[in-house]
């Protein structure tokens, strides 16, 4: 059974940085592609960010380009969101997502993705 831990949530102020990890299990990590979503209260689950299964392609939702990072470890089966310059509207609870079949690019549709982490809340102050 696939498990996703995610890690690394917290409260920071505003521009400060957080690094999310998301450690995952069950089934081979390296051919399968990852993702990032977050939820805010009263708000639907939203696309952050994807990767490809070997690494090669990135996807950002515009709100977060050019200050969230994804990234992936196949050797340590952990993928990363590196987010810097927070704002506010980031908070949220973001998930770790693991792509439903293999060699997939990380898109950012929901329903690409089958298998969820708890969650990990990201408080940014104002």
């Known amino acids: 059974q696939v498990q996703l831990e995610e890690s690394g949530g917290g409260l920071v102020q505003t521009g400060g940085s957080l690094r999310l990890s998301c450690a995952a299990s069950?089934?081979?990590?390296?051919?399968?592609?990852m993702g990032w979503f977050r939820q805010a209260p009263g708000k639907e689950r939203e696309f952050v960010a994807g990767?490809?299964?070997?690494?090669?392609?990135?996807y950002y939702t515009d709100s977060v380009k050019g200050r969230f990072t994804i990234s992936r470890d196949n050797a340590k089966d952990t993928v990363f969101l590196q987010m810097n310059s927070l704002k506010p509207e980031d908070t949220a609870v973001y998930y770790c997502?693991?792509?439903?079949?293999?060699?997939?690019?990380?898109?950012?549709?929901?329903?690409?993705?089958?298998?969820w982490g708890q969650g990990t809340q990201v408080t940014v102050s104002s």
């Open positions: 990767v490809s299964w070997d690494g090669t392609a990135t």
């Open positions: 997502t693991q792509h439903r079949g293999p060699m997939g690019r990380g898109e950012s549709s929901k329903s690409s993705y089958d298998y």
């Open positions: 069950g089934r081979p990590f390296s051919i399968y592609a």
